[in-house]
């Protein structure tokens, strides 16, 4: 009963911080200009812009760190190339109007790294959008006080660990553990805080930073909308948009 609560929970979270960060890309390309999606996959990405808004494919830029999703991109004739997001982007300086990384952020050892490097590509009065858990939420305090690991935190690579539901994972179900590969798919590495992330983001350069909040746990859904109006910084999932 709980597990089909917290589930219901969270896809209502997702769908509307999806919805959100993508309207808030769109509305970035709208006047032209190119963009980039960091954690592009297979380029599925493009094939929502050029329908949302007829991107040009030559706008569209990706990177992804599993080879297969970039041979399938390859197949489609969209341009996502292999490469790490924990090192430096491999473009000049002031070549987008939009970055975009919609739950990536959580998988980088080197966040903050990441996120200079996008302000760096990013043209003058061009936009960075981030979907990201936040690990400063009420939830997460509960699982600490009763000794589990946090939902959004740092993930473990053991199997034996989620096979025991020792992880109480509040996430999709349909994502595939792969503990054994150099990038699982479920492995959160470094969670920001709401607070410290926006911070960050004006610590670097951002301006006209951001911030919203989506899924305050463990209220009722009829309750989310106001809750996260009120009180973004304990939320489940974050929005940033800022502005080069």
Request: proline letters at 5%.
């Amino acid at each position: 009963m709980l597990t089909a609560y917290l589930k219901r929970l969270y896809e209502r979270t997702m769908r509307e911080a999806y919805a959100l960060a993508e309207s808030e890309i769109i509305e970035a390309l709208a006047g032209g200009g190119n963009c980039l999606d960091c954690g592009a996959a297979d380029g599925y990405r493009y094939q929502w812009l050029s329908q949302a808004m007829d991107l040009p494919r030559d706008n569209y830029s990706g990177i992804e760190w599993n080879v297969q999703a970039v041979e399938k991109a390859r197949h489609k004739n969209i341009n996502v190339q292999r490469g790490d997001l924990n090192h430096a982007l491999p473009f000049e300086d002031e070549t987008f109007s939009c970055v975009f990384a919609l739950s990536v952020l959580e998988h980088l050892l080197y966040g903050c790294r990441f996120m200079k490097e996008c302000h760096r590509t990013l043209k003058p009065g061009g936009t960075l959008v981030l979907l990201t858990p936040n690990i400063s939420t009420y939830f997460t305090a509960m699982l600490i006080l009763l000794g589990k690991m946090p939902s959004s935190g740092p993930h473990p690579d053991s199997e034996i660990l989620l096979e025991q539901e020792e992880l109480f994972i509040v996430r999709s179900s349909e994502r595939r553990p792969d503990v054994e590969s150099d990038m699982p798919v479920h492995r959160h590495l470094v969670v920001f805080s709401f607070l410290v992330l926006r911070d960050y983001l004006n610590m670097i350069g951002f301006s006209d930073v951001k911030g919203y909040g989506f899924g305050l746990y463990p209220f009722p859904p009829f309750m989310q909308k106001t809750l996260e109006g009120l009180d973004p910084y304990h939320c489940h999932q974050m929005v940033f948009v800022a502005k080069r």
